[in-house]
Each structure stands twice: as C-alpha cells, then as structure tokens.
C-alpha cells in the first residue's frame, strides 16, 4: 500500500466534514435541518450505509456522489462518534 494512501478513518472523516458537517455538526450532534443525533444512533454499519445512500427525509442521497468505499469510509467513521 503506497504510504500517500490516507488511512480508511481519516479519508472518513475528511469526507464527513465535507459532506455531513453542516447539519450533523463535527461532534455528530448539531441536529440542523432534522438531522439524527449520530452519538446516540443504534444504526450498524448496514444501517447507516443504506441511508448514507439512499437518503431519508431532508438527508439528500449520497449515492451518486460517493463511490461504494467512499460511503463505507464516512459510516466507518460515523461509528466512532458514539
């Protein structure tokens, strides 16, 4: 693995920021615009990356803009928030 290649939780969290920050906040906790708290989330992995996805509600689909390793990556690094 070339030493360049950002770690699976800092590429996450670098996407998270990007993506998620303005209603879900840094710590996970901000709520703008109905969003979940993600520190008290009981969604899995498989949970969160359906809905990283697909969208939900005001959450806008995520799908299209991320590829597959991408999404993992940001729900990878939504766990660690709780």
Do not use: W
């Amino acid at each position: 693995q070339p030493t360049s290649a950002k770690p699976p939780l800092l590429s996450g969290q670098l996407l998270f920021q990007k993506n998620c920050v303005r209603c879900h906040g840094a710590n996970g906790q901000k709520g703008a615009n109905g969003a979940h708290d993600l520190t008290k989330s009981n969604l899995n992995a498989f949970g969160r990356t359906y809905l990283v996805t697909n969208g939900l509600g005001k959450m806008p689909a995520f799908g299209k803009k991320l590829t597959p390793t991408e999404v993992e990556q940001v729900v990878a690094y939504s766990i660690t928030l709780r």
